[in-house]
């Protein structure tokens, strides 16, 4: 079914479509992100049961030549330290090498300490253009921003060889380490307020109500299920997003993390103390004893330059009073893109 105000207010609001039977436009179907199941990963409480877990995901794909977007962060960094010496691993580096400059040279620290051959992906405007169709047109939908660069990473492994990326996004939404969502206890308002990503209302001429979505996690009056919608809405955008970007390029991948799940409760104490992520905290010293721990950073993309001098959008599906100025680089990256899957896909839309 066709419902493009939907769509579009879905997407804005939550990088993602969260009605499966509702696409953007006529002839082209929306991917399908289907999760695996908790009853197929393993239990684990600490670092050493989760060290051992992802030793036997390994196993599984020994038989591939196996690729590792490499950050500098904890999360693949501990992937490293389970890739075979020599295998190939992958940084984006953008603006000639001057952008998080320093997660480059720790992604360098970690590849050099496990004997792994580190490509720098230089990514710019050009190549993000350039990638963007194929991700959108695969996805059936406008994007998130790293989707293009991921795809463009896996282009050049296949390149390279290699039969299988790994990655290493689940240890965020395993472990608790989006820890602003998990900060404190939120009102329903409250949460709202900071999880949505850009208010339909505020860009769009036909917004549609998508409070749905939050409304499945509500308790009582004016309390919310912040856990639930953590490891349901907002970890379900994530890994769609990968995936869109690894099947874009035919390049099967795994995410160890995502084969994991814990035995007990988050402390959400602990997490709120300053150590989020803690059993991963735990592992990475095993792996990397006289290595500080990285602080946490998102994938780099510059989307701030990018859309330093950005107008906003010019389509009639938008509105003409937008105040492009109250938007982060992120926010107009996804009103941009939205405008431009329409002009791809939807060309003659009213």
């Known amino acids: 079914m066709v419902d493009k105000d939907y769509c579009l207010s879905s997407f804005l609001a939550f990088r993602h479509v969260f009605n499966d039977e509702k696409d953007f436009v006529d002839g082209l179907k929306r991917q399908k992100y289907v999760p695996i199941q908790n009853e197929a990963k393993t239990f684990v409480s600490n670092a050493v ?58 992604a360098n620290q970690f590849a050099e300490y496990y004997r792994l051959n580190l490509h720098h992906i230089e990514i710019n405007w050009d190549i993000v253009e350039r990638s963007l169709p194929v991700v959108m047109k695969h996805k059936g939908a406008p994007v998130h921003s790293i989707e293009p660069q991921v795809y463009y990473a896996a282009q050049q492994a296949k390149r390279d060889g290699v039969t299988m990326m790994v990655i290493g996004d689940g240890a965020d939404y395993v472990f608790g380490g989006m820890d602003g969502l998990l900060s404190r206890d939120w009102t329903f308002d409250q949460f709202v307020k900071r999880s949505i990503y850009v208010d339909p209302k505020e860009v769009l001429v036909h917004p549609v109500d998508v409070m749905d979505v939050y409304e499945r996690y509500r308790i009582g009056g004016n309390s919310i299920d912040y856990l639930g919608f953590y490891n349901g809405p907002i970890t379900d955008e994530s890994y769609a997003s990968y995936e869109n970007a690894f099947e874009s390029a035919e390049m099967p991948f795994i995410d160890p993390y995502d084969h994991l799940r814990l035995s007990c409760p988050l402390d959400i104490d602990r997490i709120r103390n300053g150590e989020s992520k803690y059993v991963i905290r735990e592992l990475f010293g095993m792996k990397y004893s006289h290595f500080p721990v990285p602080q946490k950073n998102p994938m780099p993309r510059p989307v701030d330059k990018y859309f330093a001098s950005w107008k906003g959008p010019s389509r009639p599906e938008f509105r003409r009073d937008i105040p492009m100025d109250r938007f982060s680089g992120n926010q107009k990256w996804l009103i941009w893109c939205a405008e431009r899957f329409l002009d791809m896909f939807a060309k003659d839309a009213e």
Do not use: C, H
């Open 49 to 106: 049961e989760t060290d051992r877990a992802i030793k036997n995901v390994f196993r599984l794909v020994r038989n591939e030549k196996l690729g590792l977007l490499l950050s500098g962060g904890m999360d693949s960094a501990i992937l490293a330290s389970y890739m075979p010496e020599g295998a190939d691993a992958y940084t984006f580096r953008f603006l000639g090498g001057e952008f998080q400059k320093e997660e480059l040279e720790r």
